[in-house]
């Protein structure tokens, strides 16, 4: 596990190297050729301008940009095309004002990445592709934007079953369209065991004709016994989003609020609480009272292309309250206990804050990774930043401390895959302490591709020497350990890996369809060591991943998990006969 210090040194280390490295002209795509899916819809884009591929657009000039919606339904597909009349598709105009290069400019291949790459941020879009092709003379070329929406009206539906019953449905009516604008609205319908979830969302892209992206959501949480609201969350926002490397300024504003009630849930029940100081089993309900509000801004100067340098500044008021088990119903030793386990130190802070990052404009185009049969871009290369701020009770913080926040990562291609090292410090500084310590390291694998797929090895380690703010992390459910209840592991500390091999997709009416096996390992845990010799909880077993086009820009959301073997370590954390339930 590497220590803070080593991990701010890091940082410091790539934070030069933006004046140690040569500067390359522009950013770097690494791309791999167009899988067979995404080959077909660039020869129906070109069979319908009646063009032909330019091998040598450089440096040519644009004669114009022209735009390809396919349909969301199309020939082939089973679904009837008739119903491509009940949905909203992406107005041409509105395609055409987001490529990032113009009628009469220089064809820039970085140009045509960036464009792809700031379109494949919108949900709404499927599919994007991009290709060059010629012009009326041998000095001209025209730009071809191929794109695919996904169903715009449409009932996004999860449900998670547990041991216990049902621990999540959740259904969004949303029109992701509004009027071909890229304009999302949804309204909010969550059921958990214990409380009833409605709300609202609304989400701009641009605001005013300008690339301002707008968020703006609101949430009441009702509790199911009594029928009454207890409580809400919500954000709003708008910044400018970095869509170009050679954007030079960026900003944005925020607010945050929380103030509701937060239970654990593992398995679709509520998980109690069992005190160590008495002898008998508590059973209370673990149920803690949020109340906290961020809000902030920030200015971000951005220097180089290739070679990125940003300079920001900013300000954040952060309030946090947090109320466990009430003295007047329990035992003051029971209480004390559940406040030094499961509460969350409240906390005041309101302070400036300044921040550096570097980090490298070059990127892998890779299939098969995290979606099917459509291309990823993965930033590869170093990318470091370092924020440091002082909080003061002068502007009304509740405690006097100078901290740090550092993550630096480096990204290495290995043919069609790449290796990914990335670690993280926080530090907090008060005159005579340091009550905060927090450190994290993170590598992923993901092999090139061979005969019948790729390997995916995931390893996470989280350490809090110094807890002063009691935070804990939870473990368990689809991301690690599947095969386990939601949540099902809670600690300080995490240790963690995944192994995955992960097929390759094949075409069944219209639909990427891919498997996967995997075995996950790990952890959550109190105390400052891993024991040797203490085998970890593991699970294995097979997945299933869905995607189709015209459904959801995401393949990765549609999965669904079989485990196949589920080990439980003996636990060594306490000796009392509290050992097993005090996870």
Known sequence: MPSARSTVVLATVLLVLLVCRPAFAQATTTASPPSAYEASKIKLALAKLGATIDPSPEGKLVEDVDVVPLEVIEDGDPAPAFLNAFHTTTRITRLRREALLERGERYRQYRIDETVRALRTYPQLSLVLAVATRGS??????????????????????????????????????????????????????????????????????????????????????????????????????????????????????????????????????????????????????????????????????????????????????????????????????????????????????????????YESRFLRLHDVDQLGLQEDYRIGYDAWLRAYPVTKALGSSRDFLGAQSVAQYVVPIATGYLRATTEALTEIEPDSVPELAVAANVALVSPSFGIGRLVIDGLAIARPRNFLNQRSTIGGEGRLRGYASGAFLGENVVAYNVELRSRPVEILACQVGGALFFDIGDAFDGAAIQPKTRRDSASGASFRSSIARSSASTSRSRSYVPACRVRSASTSHSSKRSSRAR
Not at 157 to 167: A, N, R, S, T, Y
Not at 203 to 217: I, K, Q, S
Not at 267 to 287: N, Q
């Open 137 to 358: 003379d041998a000095d001209r070329v025209r730009v071809v934007l191929i794109t695919k929406d996904v169903w715009s009206l449409r009932a996004q539906f999860d449900m998670k079953l547990g041991p216990g019953g049902l621990d999540l449905l959740r259904f969004e009516p949303t029109e992701r369209n509004i009027g071909g604008t890229l304009v999302s609205a949804l309204s909010r319908f969550e059921l958990y065991p214990n409380t009833l979830t409605l709300g609202a969302a609304s989400y701009m892209p641009r605001l005013a004709g300008e690339r301002l992206y707008l968020v703006a959501e609101a949430n009441v949480v009702i509790n199911r016994e009594s029928g009454a609201a207890e409580g809400s969350y919500g954000r709003a926002g708008v910044q400018s989003p970095q869509v170009s490397a050679d954007t030079p300024v960026l900003w944005g504003l925020g607010t945050r609020w929380q103030n509701a009630y937060a239970r654990r849930y593992v398995g679709a029940k509520l998980v109690t609480f069992d005190a160590l100081v008495t002898p008998e089993d508590d059973a209370i309900p673990d149920v803690l009272h949020t109340r906290a509000l961020t809000t902030g801004g920030a200015l971000v100067r951005s220097y180089g292309v290739a070679q990125k340098l940003d300079l920001a500044v900013g300000g954040e008021l952060n309030v946090r309250e947090l109320d466990g088990l009430d003295p007047a119903r329990y035992d003051a030793r029971v209480v004390a206990e559940y406040r030094q386990r499961r509460v969350p130190t409240s906390d005041r802070r309101a302070a400036p804050w300044l921040q550096a990052r570097v």
